[in-house]
């Protein structure tokens, strides 16, 4: 089998541009998977890691063994900070920026291969008839597309973003720093009360689908008389209706709390003190609110979506078909008399083992070993 020589030498490149921020650390604190995904690879045994990242002004910055190079120059400009790093790998973060991974094939060695990492739904696709003429027009400046479910990449390769021959590898795209909190401090500091106490973390929007989970949690409670769910969510796009059909319901409205934003340093007392996480979710990404509650022991009962059945990897709790309030009732009721002690310790087994940032960086290091193997050979450089 062959192998590349040397530890690899990494650049993530981000191209998206946040302009509320003013300043870098502002930049790395907020986006901590940036921050997570770059000391992954470190910590999985990667020679130098280098960030490239879009922002209103220059700035260097090394934290951790990670250098995060800041530029204020557009497209070129990233390119040529990359192209000067000289890395083994390049990934660009999104499918959405074709004209800049087009430049920087231009810019950085020959033998320096690039890999696309999705961050966007699917919806992205279509939102502009040029994005896929370019996106069909750039595909051959990238070695390889990752995903966070291989079945994501099914649109953007119909799209033509991504040609027939082109390979796509499934990693997930992030993982948690939240830790649980103790149960009992929990519940107190957050007051969530209930046998069992089920938690939502999502938008309040038709995707993350509110009205369904509503409609089976209040079925559930023939079987789950004591259940309560507290309700989390950053958007409110439904929150009326949501009122609505709580106040229409006497067993729901002595039984749901609608708390709304919560300050992230605050979520992990909450995915602790509770016993299920749900969610209606269509379709995701990722999943970062189902990451959070596998990493602090809420047993998830969740749709049946791909990303959603990696995360839980049949470990603990349920999937059930989106939209479908009575299989939600259903499964929420079977999973709510289990033995949920026992539940929580092969959900935190599972998470240990395959949703950790080692688990991620071990996973995306493979790829890029797989990937560097395949364009240096294309190009001729030495391998083992």
Request: some cysteine; glycine content about 8%; aromatic content about 8%.
């Amino acid at each position: 089998m062959k192998t590349v020589r040397g530890a690899l030498s990494i650049a993530q490149v981000n191209y998206s541009f946040d302009s509320q921020l003013s300043e870098p650390d502002e930049l790395l604190e907020r986006y901590f998977t940036l921050t997570g995904w770059g000391e992954a690879l470190a910590a999985a045994g990667a020679g130098r890691v280098t960030v490239v990242q879009r922002f209103h002004r220059s700035a260097r910055i090394a934290r951790h063994g990670i250098d995060y190079i800041f530029t204020g120059a557009g497209g070129l400009g990233l390119a040529r900070a990359v192209a000067a790093v000289q890395p083994d790998i390049a990934q660009v973060n999104g499918l959405i920026f074709p004209v800049q991974t087009w430049l920087l094939r231009r810019a950085v060695p020959a033998t320096t291969a690039i890999v696309v990492q999705n961050h966007s739904p699917d919806g992205a696709i279509g939102r502009a008839p040029w994005l896929r003429l370019l996106g069909r027009a750039g595909r051959g400046a990238v070695d390889a597309f990752l995903f966070a479910a291989a079945e994501h990449a099914d649109p953007w390769r119909q799209a033509g973003f991504i040609s027939p021959a082109q390979p796509t590898y499934q990693v997930m795209e992030a993982s948690s720093p939240l830790r649980p909190v103790a149960r009992a401090a929990a519940r107190q500091a957050t007051g969530m009360r209930g046998s069992p106490a089920v938690l939502w973390v999502g938008r309040l929007n038709a995707n993350k689908d509110p009205m369904t989970v509503l409609d089976g949690f209040e079925r559930s409670l023939a079987r789950l008389p004591d259940a309560t769910l507290t309700m989390i969510y950053s958007t409110d796009e439904l929150l009326e209706h949501v009122r609505m059909r709580v106040a229409g319901a006497p067993a729901l409205m002595a039984r749901v709390n609608l708390v709304g934003a919560v300050p992230h340093e605050r979520i992990a007392a909450y995915f602790s003190a509770a016993d299920l996480f749900v969610v209606g979710s269509h379709r995701e990404g990722s999943g970062y609110a189902l990451m959070e509650a596998c990493a602090c022991g809420a047993v998830p009962v969740v749709t049946d979506i791909p990303t959603f059945r990696l995360l839980t990897g049949g470990a603990a709790g349920a999937l059930w078909p989106a939209g479908d309030a009575a299989a939600f009732a259903s499964a929420l009721a079977d999973v709510g008399v289990r033995d949920l002690q026992l539940e929580r310790a092969r959900l935190a087994d599972h998470f240990a083992r395959a949703l950790t940032w080692e688990a991620v960086g071990r996973r995306a290091l493979e790829i890029y070993e797989d990937v560097l193997i395949s364009r240096r050979s294309t190009k001729g450089s030495q391998v083992d």
